[in-house]
Nanobody
Framework: QVQLVESGGGLVQAGGSLRLSCAASGRGFSSYAMGWFRQAPGKEREFVATISWSGGNTYYQDSVKGRFTISRDNAKNTVYLQMNSLKPEDTAVYYC???????????????WGQGTQVTVSS
């Protein structure tokens, strides 16, 4: 069992930056692939980024490539999402999730955090 808690969301102007953190407790964090997803009002939850258990492999949604960076620190049981050059369309609740394999499909993730709100003003 893994418990996930996101933090770092907030209100930022377009062009600004935020760093989201996802702290994990429980056993086996370093063996899980981790993902970030987001859900805007009235829309389905969508894939943002994922990282393998070792951190050696990362994948991004096309719209965030070059702006967002996913990373992890297994010693701290934490995964991060650095978000730069934020746009109003990035506004959403951001969730982290854990899985045994690297995948972009949210329904394949076992564990989820409660989410953190990111609002980007124009």
């Amino acid at each position: 069992q893994v418990q996930l808690v996101e933090s770092g969301g907030g209100l930022v102007q377009a062009g600004g930056s935020l760093r989201l953190s996802c702290a994990a407790s429980g056993r086996g964090f370093s063996s899980y692939a981790m993902g970030w997803f987001r859900q805007a009002p009235g829309k389905e939850r969508e894939f943002v980024a994922t990282i393998s258990w070792s951190g050696g492999n990362t994948y991004y949604q096309d719209s965030v490539k070059g702006r967002f960076t996913i990373s992890r620190d297994n010693a701290k049981n934490t995964v991060y999402l650095q978000m730069n050059s934020l746009k109003p369309e990035d506004t959403a609740v951001y969730y982290c999730a854990a899985n045994t394999i690297v995948t972009i499909h949210p329904n394949e993730y076992y564990y989820w955090g409660q989410g953190t709100q990111v609002t980007v003003s124009s």
